[in-house]
């Protein structure tokens, strides 16, 4: 074999070499930038008040006032209630604990209400009046949306019915 092709094939894998060996250097970053899970413990919880006398909240992700997908704690107190009220996104409710009883409609109507158990999910549509009560006892459920989001008081609904 003649010396220039030894030479090129020195030059050819020695390039191969180097684009490989760029490779891992350029995506070893990436990869160590990956989000890490983030554990949320309820003792970290931040609970805020919410049109609701009895209704507290908590943000667990994102941020329901910007651009994206947040979730949200809402603790019920025992006989605690939410008028009827709308959001503009989707909500995909969970019941973490206690028995939410859930109704749908303008008027707060306990003959309405459908008991919701731990575990029980509830996909309420954007803009739909709906209403609950904790009437068992302490209830909280885990809320999830697109945000920006609100709660509008349903305008013929009195907060503290």
């Known amino acids: 074999m003649n010396a220039h092709i030894q030479a090129s094939r020195k030059s050819l894998g020695a390039a191969v070499a ?23 413990l309820p003792e970290s919880l931040k609970w805020n008040p919410t049109p609701f006398p009895d209704v507290t909240v908590a943000i667990v992700a994102g941020n329901p006032m910007a651009s994206g997908m947040y979730a949200i704690f809402a603790k019920y107190r025992a006989g ?25 409609g303008a008027v707060f109507d306990e003959t309405k209400l459908r008991p919701l158990h731990s575990g029980s999910v509830l996909i309420v549509p954007a803009n739909t009046p709906h209403y609950a009560l904790a009437k068992d006892g302490e209830t909280v ?6 945000g920006p989001t609100a709660t509008n008081i349903w305008p013929k609904a009195a907060v503290n019915q």
């Not at 180097?18 to 949320?40: G, I, K, N």
């Not at 995909?92 to 206690?98: E, K, P």
């Open 141 to 146: 459920v885990q809320e999830v949306g697109m």
């Open 18 to 40: 180097a684009s490989l060996l760029s490779v891992f250097v350029l995506t070893a970053p990436a990869c160590a930038q990956q989000p890490e899970a983030t554990a949320v």
């Open 80 to 104: 605690g209630r939410s008028a009827p009220h709308t959001h503009p996104d989707q909500r995909v409710v969970t019941v973490l604990s206690g028995t939410y009883y859930s109704g749908l």
